[in-house]
């Protein structure tokens, strides 16, 4: 379970691990982690968050949407790395759209054949990571209101393709960050959608 504690904000980020208890019984707490990170919130308000984990083998892989990529050890909760990237923060100016990276909610981390895939919602890019060190490896280019990549969902992984939601489909070179290819392609609707 993903928790955040401090002041409305500017939280500090922790993972704890709890038995499974299938009685009313209150569940032991088998491990807390050590802060995993703290940021400035993208809304200066109270905010509800549902931060969800990926677990691939023995590591619970955390996308913070603060500015940081780690996964810990799921036996310890000690974090094996932490990567960060550069947060993308909107604008203010409530007469511009907000952008569709804002838009990312439940976003866990994919994690596949040796690959990280981690769609922040800080973030205006997708970043591809190697799963044992956290280098990066590729990301896709930044995305704004008129041009990019708008994927919300991160949807799975066939080859080294990630396919990802958002207005389109997109299909994304896991080497490069580059669109392979998109649905349905610009200036056309969705069948159905006409």
Known sequence: MVLRRG????????????????????ARRLWLSEKVCDAQTLNQHSEISHT??????????????????????????????VATYPRTIPSLDDTEPAPAHLFRDLTPCLVERGWVVAAPADSNRILFLEATTGRLLAATPPADLTSGIDAIHLLGVAGDRLICSGDYLWWIDMHTGGVVSKFPQSGSTAPGLE
């Open 7 to 26: 002041p409305a904000g500017r939280p500090s980020l922790y993972v704890a691990c709890y038995e499974a208890v299938s009685s009313r019984r209150e």
């Open 52 to 81: 969800l984990l990926a677990l691939a083998d023995d590591t619970l892989y955390l996308n913070t949407n603060l500015g940081a990529i780690a996964p810990l050890a799921a036996d310890t909760g000690r974090a094996r790395w």
